[in-house]
């Protein structure tokens, strides 16, 4: 369980692989499809979008 300051909780699965020929593995964390999770992400993905354009404006 992670605690994120602007959605709250979210309840993330990981996977984890191990990359051949290295000692150095790669995790992904992920939601539950369409559980609220899911949801909060996308809101957080939205905001960070926005963000972004924001930030591109002023350049």
Not at 6 to 23: A, C, M, N
């Amino acid at each position: 369980m992670f605690r994120h300051p602007r959605v709250g909780e979210l309840e993330l699965r990981y996977e984890k692989f191990t990359i051949s020929g290295t000692t150095q593995s790669l995790v992904v964390y992920h939601a539950e499809p369409g559980g609220p999770s899911a949801r909060s992400l996308a809101r957080l993905a939205r905001s960070a979008a926005g963000a972004a354009a924001d930030g591109d404006e002023s350049s």
